[in-house]
């Protein structure tokens, strides 16, 4: 018997071996078979030392001799197919021909295929050790199994989400497929239970093992994946306009403004420099907390309802967003009172022109009445050159035929100047349909013909928007449910936003 033959043997050997502890199989039993694994193992390796050791010194004979260039050409062939033809009787033999084809194209040898094959049916055979004092595998297993079943649940949510190779095996998995896999990945027998019993224990799973791999976690991260989606992918047109800044808590949040005292002022020689005056104005605001929570009961699971994973939470995301959108246009919409005591829109601001429908004339006397705003003092000239035009969906198609199409005036006064055209222009539903949504407060009337000017963010205060520090965006968590048969899954948004300064904003009422 050859070397490589006596190490076939041994490799069947060890694997004949696992396949001895069976689901009955006493702990006592388990263990010895264990022991005798281990021996068979240090055989295999010491006849691979042997097989190394024999091919070194067939190697160092084989470079005194002569070399054939032909003759080495047709041994690379021969023991190339021989390789191939080795590795894939081997995994036709033994089911895995996926990790053959793998071993086979990254140009492996038949050991290397060898052990990462006996390395596959340890584990495959791992799980069924189960009597009463269940062997258990480390936590990264479990933590990889829980990856690639949430990776397939989402993929059912989501087809066009990419699976990994692992997440394949539960590819076309229920609900109730993974409740089951879940537990018995845990060391518990589900044999013999019904549909109900095993939604309840995957659900409950109280055994003090609860971990990221743990079946409620894997929904979880499911639900909580669509509701990021959900909540990522809604549209939100303020973001330009707004500064975001994080709040340490929920205490009143107070913005100052600190005035000129009038500019500088000349020094002349040996004299001294004078002090100036702050002038101060201040904005207060403080975030709240909005939030809801879903329960993902043993009804979803036994009925295999995948609307709770993927669109449920996914609308509940979007409701997210758009209650950001409602905090900041209400800003607008609503004209609140500054901490000046005038409204944010006012002729005392300076900010709200004579109302005018909506064209070059009346957009250049907008335009000119923000660059002559004034600082604090009174003084200042501030030159605040607007950069984004807000305007009603009525007015899309008007703003952008007079700032972005190119067509010949029949007169001057209708032709919109190149820093007309570089205007951003923001166009939002709100500003048409107004808000009425009571938890940002009382409703807000809308306009079809009212549109705006705003100043970058960086250049004057307009619009801020604040998170809770560290909790920027959606924040979602789960436990297990005490009101509800299952899970819980909290979506919480922690935010708050507030106008700033009047000057970096313009109202025209239109007509």
Sequence with gaps: MTLREKLALLEKRAAGKLAEIKDDTAADAARAIEKDHEKILAEIADVRKQIKDADDAEDSRQTEKPVDVAVEIRKALDAEQKRVSEIRKLAKDAGASELGDEHIDGRKSVDEFRTALLEKLMAREAPSIDNRSPARVGEEHHEKRAAVMSEALQHRVDPTTKLTDGAREYRGFTLMDMAREALELRGERTRGLSRDEIAARALAQRSGYMSTSDFPVILGNVVNTSLRAGYEQAPQTFRPLVREVPAADFKAINRAQLGGSGGFQKVNESGEYKRGSLVESKESYSIATYGEVIAITRRVI?????????????????????????????????????????????????????????????????????????????????????????????????????????FYADSSNKVATASMRSLEIIAEARLDNGIDNKTVGAAAAGSATAWYL???????????????????????????????????????????????????????AGA
């Design 302 to 406: 036994i009925n295999d309802d995948m609307n709770t994973f993927g669109r449920i939470p996914q609308i509940l995301g979007q409701q997210a967003a758009q209650l950001e959108s409602d905090l900041v246009w209400y800003q607008i919409l609503s004209n609140p009172t500054m901490g000046d005591s005038v409204a944010l829109f006012h002729a005392t601001h300076k900010n709200l022109p004579t109302a005018a429908a909506f064209g070059v004339a009346s957009l250049g006397v907008a335009r000119a009445q923000m660059a002559k705003q004034v600082d604090l003092d009174g003084k200042t000239v501030l030159n605040i050159r607007p950069q984004y035009l807000i305007v009603p969906v009525a007015l899309e198609t008007t703003a952008e035929q007079e700032l972005k199409s190119i």
């Design 454 to 508: 705003a100043a970058s963010p960086s250049q004057v205060d307009t619009v801020e928007i604040a998170y809770l520090e560290g909790n920027r965006g959606l924040f979602s968590e789960t436990r297990n449910g005490f009101d509800v048969d299952g899970l819980e899954v909290k979506a919480r948004l922690e935010v708050g936003a507030k106008a700033m300064d009047h000057r970096g904003l313009l109202k025209n």
